[in-house]
């Protein structure tokens, strides 16, 4: 592989735009499109509407896959609105335990520090964190998301780079924005309560202003959250998401989004987990402290907090240019700002790493601090449409992106606060008080990201049974970054540049042996820079340096598949071997490369829809192996080493009843354990955890419904997350949640 830094870059960005604009060109122009127009790619652009499918989605929502699901060369799961709905489900991580082989498992802040109140996803193995989408769009930013705005939810497994650009080698995660529609007046208002004292109430209103024109607006306040009652952990949201809707011709339309969300939490992230050193002097036995001590408050009063200011703006034209084709381009402006400080458990050594002095206490060391300032502005223009070279159908997406992302990290000072106690004895915190301010002094990262793309995707139907595709990305990122190094008296700020041309590339041949079915064999790989998450790997300022000079991060993913609708095209059935392999940044003879790697194989089933007129279902089930294969990890080999958030085993299953005004609903999660590896040994495993949940809703009109939710039935007891430094995160236990809603 090419070194990034040799590439000759004045003569690349010229090429690109070149590729697009002229590969546009030659397409539409071509004399040989088909008579016929696609109309299933046309209504893709539009709003998706999955009020009528039940559980199964008939395609991706990003543009850049043009089949339908079944003819979709790749592990797609789409959890809808209808299943949020029917499981009383309200935010990202809640909603991806619908889907195996993905793991909210955090094992901590890089995987060692520790538990943070954001979502945490891992994929078949690899963190995913830098993957999370809105729309196609990245988002970078870290905190917990709401699904009140949310149409649907689709996770694509395996190295996708030619589709989403630089992530993760596990897959991605993409939110479908609710927007404004023509499809008529809808309108609901939705409040419920639960056993934590969470008071929730959302409206989603549709407006048809005429035969051209609609508004949409979503509205959410939510405040509790106090799950183990311990009186002082409460999560208080609210949000406002409009959009406009304005067909402008008969070939063009318009929709403006919208959307603001505020958070202002008194969180808890962890509660004391008994290392062996602390065992030793307190005679409290090692491990998670014991349940009965689970409702104490292990935070700082007057001081532990969370806010989180979001706001996105987002403009989307799609026009018929003829026939055959369509435009599509969407612009985002967007910004988050996360602060909060929050205590986190940590054993009191009055030593040092080398010399230690545990006294059986817990100290206010090292509280979490993550204070976050995000901007992002992206344009993307995509150029949709079919063409026919003989009798060859082609379904082709070409376009670009342009991206600027920024990201700053405040100094925060917490000398200017005073505490009631420095230390706890963890059986009996009792109050810790806290009295003063924090202040800010400049930043300790400002890093900006700029990108440009291109890319083209072409399916090739070859006849009623064979269809080809292929794709690739070519992306130009570079990222300028002024951050602080090192730690302590040793701390420095580096200014430093990472430069990096990807080229991300996809294939696969799809065999349909009935028009209700397909098996496919793919293959696709994705490349991630050096601070693809906007931060620039290293400890020292030659280590920056020495990581920036290096080639991006290369994964591949090898899958064999097959896709089946059954039932009259209700139900979709899907099966997949699949094989990841991952390049690694690791130190061999002294020098840094990128020789090491990471492995996750396996085999994925599932199930999404109608079994018949009453039953609907959404099933997974995922069986993989993820370890390392080659490398070393700080002069120690680390081949054969599992990977943090890859259970080997994960289920899940959902299913309704509906007879009538009544509906049943019943399911359960399942993994079989999620290991926390660090230097070379596994600190902590949860255990396998299977987690059920329940439903029953009755319609006592037409208009007014009510809906009783019982997640975790069994009251399973088990860890949702962990850090090596000391603490764990709970499960939450058996909640029932009571929701009325008003349809008008």
């Known amino acids: 592989m090419k070194n990034a830094n040799t590439l000759n870059k004045g003569q690349f960005k010229i090429a690109p735009i070149a590729l697009a604009v002229g590969s546009a060109l030659a397409l539409m122009s071509s004399p040989s499109f088909a008579a016929e127009q696609n109309s299933a790619e046309l209504e893709r652009i539009d709003v998706i509407d999955t009020s009528e499918n039940g559980y199964k989605a008939g395609a991706p929502a990003s543009p850049k896959f043009t089949q339908e699901m079944v003819d979709t060369p790749k592990t797609i799961n789409v959890v809808n609105e209808q299943v949020l709905e029917d499981q009383g489900v309200t935010s990202l991580e809640d909603a991806l335990r619908n889907v195996s082989g993905v793991s909210t498992f955090g094992a901590g802040e890089g995987g060692g520090g520790n538990v943070n109140t954001s979502d945490n996803v891992t994929i078949r193995g690899f963190d995913a964190n830098g993957s999370i989408y809105s729309d196609g769009i990245r988002d970078v930013a870290g905190y917990s998301r709401d699904t009140f705005n949310t149409e649907q939810i689709e996770v694509a497994k395996g190295a996708n780079g030619s589709v989403y650009g630089k992530g993760s080698a596990g897959g991605s995660v993409n939110l479908v924005t609710k927007s404004a529609h023509l499809r008529g007046d809808q309108n609901s208002i939705s409040a419920s309560y639960d056993e934590a004292d969470t008071k929730r109430l959302t409206g989603d209103f549709n407006k048809v202003l005429s035969d051209d024109s609609a508004v949409r607006l979503n509205l959410m306040t939510e405040q509790g959250g106090d799950y183990w009652d311990n009186g002082e952990e409460e999560y208080k949201s609210y949000a406002v998401a409009p959009s406009y809707f304005q067909q402008i011709s008969e ?3 318009v929709t403006f989004n919208f959307m603001y969300m505020k958070q202002d939490n008194t969180p808890v992230i962890g509660l ?17 402290i014991a349940e009965k001590y689970w409702d104490n408050y292990y935070g700082v009063k007057n001081r532990d907090f969370e806010e989180v200011d979001a706001l996105t703006l987002t403009a989307i034209v799609n026009h018929k240019l003829n026939d055959a084709w369509n435009l599509r381009s969407q612009t985002r402006y967007g910004e988050t700002e996360t602060k909060s400080i929050i205590h986190r458990p940590w054993p009191e050594n009055l030593g040092d790493r080398d010399n230690p002095n545990y006294t059986g206490n817990y100290g206010l060391v090292f509280p979490k601090t993550n204070f976050s300032e995000n901007q992002l502005v992206v344009t993307q223009l995509d150029f949709i449409g079919e063409k026919y070279t003989g009798k060859i159908r082609h379904d082709i997406v070409v376009g670009a992106e342009a991206y600027r992302e920024n990201q700053k990290t405040p100094n925060v000072d917490l000398s200017g606060y005073s505490y009631s106690k420095t230390s706890y004895d963890p059986l009996n915190p009792g109050e810790i008080r806290a009295s003063g301010s924090y202040s800010i002094d400049g930043y300790s990262k400002d890093a900006t990201a700029k990108g440009f793309a291109v890319y083209l995707n072409d399916t090739a139907t070859l006849n009623e049974h064979w269809q080809v595709s292929a794709g690739a990305r070519v992306e130009d990122y570079e990222l300028d970054a002024v951050q602080r190094v090192g730690r302590g008296s040793s701390a420095t700020m580096v200014d430093a540049t990472s430069d990096a041309t990807l ?14 079915g397909s098996i496919y064999l793919a293959i696709a790989n994705n490349e991630e820079p050096n601070g693809a998450n906007l931060s620039l790997n290293g400890r020292s300022e030659e280590d920056v ?29 899907s099966a997949a071997v699949f094989k990841t392999s991952k390049d690694e940044y690791e130190t061999v003879n002294n020098e840094l490369t990128t020789s090491g790697e990471q492995q996750s194989k396996g085999v994925e089933l599932s199930a999404t829809g109608q079994i018949t007129d009453a039953v609907s279902v959404t099933a997974s089930y995922t069986y993989q192996k993820a370890k390392v294969v080659e490398g070393t990890s700080r002069g120690d080999d680390a081949s054969g080493n599992g990977l943090t958030a890859a259970p080997k085993k994960s289920a899940a299953l959902w299913m309704t009843y509906a007879q009538g005004p009544l509906t049943l609903g019943a399911g359960a999660e399942y993994q079989s354990g999620n290991d926390y590896w660090r230097a070379n040994r596994v600190y902590f495993t949860t255990g396998s955890a299977t987690i059920v949940n329940a439903m029953a809703s009755y319609a006592f009109t037409d208009q007014l419904s009510a809906q009783l939710n019982v997640s975790n039935l069994t009251d399973e007891r088990y860890a949702s997350d962990y850090s090596a430094k000391g603490h764990f995160r709970p499960g939450n236990p058996r909640n029932a949640k009571v929701t009325v809603k008003y349809d008008f």
Request: charged share 25%; net charge negative; proline share 6%.
């Open 251 to 253: 070939d063009t339309d």
């Open 272 to 288: 004391p987990f008994i290392t062996e050193e602390v065992s030793n002097a307190s005679g409290v036995p090692e491990g998670m």
């Open 503 to 516: 080229f991300s590339w996809n294939a696969a041949v799809n065999y349909k042996p009935a028009s209700n």
């Open 545 to 573: 340096a020495e990581y920036a000079s290096l080639d991006p991060i290369e994964s591949v993913t090898k899958e064999l598949g097959t896709k089946w609708e059954l039932f009259d095209d209700r139900l979709l059935l």
